[in-house]
């Protein structure tokens, strides 16, 4: 027999309901964030390419006890590329497509990321924040889903979870979804494919120059690692955003757009120097109220949706190991209506949403 254990940690219940609507919360909003600056925008790109230069001068030039820093620091700047083909996705990069599509792509090349299927896919994400069976960025697993699972799978989930391994969760995210486009509606392929041609190429020309001149260990140095640390950044910015033990993931009959933006997105501070360098991404929740929010008016947005809305927000976080193993160590399995739970509880026969 399964017990329901309920505390403080409880999803609010109240989740999916509220009169507001978006627009609301919207036309509160300065109309000074909405404006597109392109001088700021252009700044930022090329202080942006500055630091991964840099970054990448430091890989050549530290010794070997300081590369783990160089790794860090260059990952973390390349992270940055994302985040402006993610204004470009959005269309907040600029004002004309072309030059959207066009620096989306240049952006996200040697992240070996497909600009248009990222794209199509995360705006979906922003369509249904939350919604349980639909939301495509990290979603909690089900215990009836868990169940249906094999021995090993459920196994492979268990030690995902147990080692902390969510830093790579973005890279399996990558490597099944944004390469294949027959999942991607027929309107939509054609884009899918010019974009992952694009990063094919870049790899198939750029990695055998890399390889030839410097090696295999090269190619690790100055890519493979690197990348890995994006994706850390990628897997960690993505985790945080949507997940704690109180944030639950509701079917479309109780699922309301208001709350699931500003209820269901996390605010966490980290370090200036990474905000700086991956352009405030971590002020995740006017962007979730309106994705026209280029990335440099992020902070106008939130300021005024605290002082407004500030009822309707999750409490906001610091950034920290300890914040990362509250939420892996709690965030297990998922059971509908109430909410999160651990394995320990799964195989004790005790659902506690901790």
């Keep these: 027999m399964i017990t329901t ?76 590329f994302f985040v402006i083909g993610h204004d470009c996705g959005h269309r907040s990069f600029a004002k004309s497509r072309w030059v959207n599509d066009l620096v989306g792509h240049v952006m996200m090349m040697p992240l070996i990321y497909p600009f248009h299927s990222w794209r199509i896919g995360h705006n979906y994400h922003h369509a249904h924040t939350n919604k349980l069976n639909e939301d495509n960025a990290w979603h909690p697993i089900r215990t009836e889903v868990y169940e249906s699972w094999g021995k090993a799978s459920q196994r492979a989930f268990e030690l995902f979870m147990r080692l902390r391994l969510w830093w790579i969760g973005s890279i399996f995210h990558w490597a099944i979804v944004h390469f294949n486009w027959s999942k991607f509606q027929e309107k939509d392929r054609a884009n899918v494919k010019l974009s992952v041609v694009v990063v094919v190429l870049f790899a198939a020309i750029v990695f055998p120059i890399l390889i030839a001149t410097t090696g295999i260990w090269g190619f690790v140095k100055f890519w493979f690692i690197p990348w890995l640390v994006y994706h850390f950044w990628m897997s960690t910015f993505t985790y945080v955003h949507h997940t704690t033990s109180d944030i639950p993931f509701v079917a479309e009959p109780k699922w309301n757009a208001v709350t699931a933006q500003l209820q269901g997105t996390v605010h966490c501070d980290y370090p200036r120097w ?65 909410g999160y739970i651990t394995f320990k509880d799964y195989q004790a026969g005790t659902l506690s949403t901790q």
């Design 274 to 338: 990474i905000e700086f360098l991956c352009h405030d991404i971590n002020v995740h929740v006017p962007h979730h109220v309106s994705t026209a929010i280029p990335s440099y008016n992020l902070r106008l947005a939130y300021a005024s949706i605290k002082e407004n809305w500030s009822g309707y927000l999750h409490s906001e976080c610091q950034f920290s190991w300890s914040l990362m193993k509250d939420i892996t160590d709690k965030c297990h399995l998922y059971v509908v209506d109430d």
């Design 5 to 80: 254990t309920v505390d403080s940690h409880k999803p609010n219940p109240d989740f999916g309901r509220s009169e507001l609507t978006l627009k609301d919360i919207i036309k509160s909003l300065p109309q000074e964030c909405f404006k597109q600056d392109s001088r700021k925008a252009w700044t930022q790109l090329l202080i942006n390419v500055l630091m991964v230069g840099l970054g990448y001068a430091s890989l050549v030039f530290s010794p070997w006890y300081l590369l783990p820093f160089a790794w860090f620091f260059t990952g973390t700047a390349l992270t940055g």
